[in-house]
């Protein structure tokens, strides 16, 4: 399938960089074998949308509330998203779970209401360092899988190890595979075909580097990437590295 390589720019940057950054990715964009997305903080969702608009990339979002509206201070639904100009809304990243204290069934609950506001739910599971160590990986990940996503999920899970985010350190290619391999078995015995083409990203210090082999890896179809996507130069090659 056609890979897809997204962009989380978390809490980075001006209105001004933002855009300039927006367009810095969209004038590279043509011709290459990947589809781009990028997420921008809520605050710039609008203008880089408005930036990208008519372009191959994509806006998303970082997180959304899992209510349409209401008194939640502070929050942004998915349908002020979708009016915005987004498309797709990253949910449950490992930031998101460490300093907010999101659970597995509060992830859900937004991905069904980002599914239902029309945006494309991006799914974050990882295990973190200790989990790693102790031989937890593989059972910790299979139930953020079955606990995080909704029943008739159509949207993208991204594979993000805590302990490689930001850190300059990836798993092993073969730890990698294994665990894209048992994601795509939880995502076929659950959602049936539909499980078959859900796109696999892998996230955790994805670079110009190391991208083409791990996109060639059986069962990865793209990456979430952190702080390379805050370079257009090293965003752009990361997506030429998936052809
Ligand atoms: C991320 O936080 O989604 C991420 C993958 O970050 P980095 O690429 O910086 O490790």
């Known amino acids: 399938m056609r890979p ?4 989380n720019w978390k809490m980075h940057g001006t209105l001004a960089e933002a855009a300039a950054l927006a367009g810095a990715v969209r004038d590279g964009a043509g011709g290459l074998p990947a589809d781009l997305l990028v997420c921008p903080p809520f605050l710039h969702v609008a203008a880089v949308a408005a930036a990208l608009r008519g372009s191959a990339v994509a806006v998303g979002a970082q997180d959304c509330h ?9 929050d942004v639904s998915a349908a002020m998203l979708r009016d915005a100009g987004a498309t797709h809304v990253i949910l449950g990243h490992s930031e998101r779970r460490t300093d907010h204290g999101e659970t597995d069934a509060a992830v859900r609950a937004k991905a069904a209401a980002a599914a239902g506001a029309g945006l494309v739910p991006v799914v974050c599971v990882g295990e973190t360092e200790a989990e790693r160590l102790g031989g937890q990986a593989e059972a910790v990940v299979s139930r953020q899988l079955a606990e995080s996503l909704p029943d008739g999920f159509a949207g993208v899970v991204a594979y993000e190890p805590v302990w490689a985010i930001g850190t300059g350190r990836t798993p092993t290619e073969a730890d990698i595979a294994a665990i894209h391999g048992t994601i795509r ?3 076929a015995a659950r959602f049936g075909a539909a499980g078959g083409t859900t796109r696999i990203l892998y996230g955790g210090s994805m670079k110009p580097g190391n991208a083409a082999a791990i996109l060639a890896l059986p069962d990865v179809d793209g990456g979430l990437v952190g702080g390379a996507s805050l370079v257009a130069a090293d965003f752009l090659a990361i ?3 998936a052809g």
């Open 185 to 187: 078995a939880a995502l």
């Open 66 to 74: 899992a209510a349409a509206k209401g008194a939640h201070t502070g």
């Open 4 to 7: 897809l390589i997204a962009g």
């Open 239 to 241: 997506a030429r590295a």
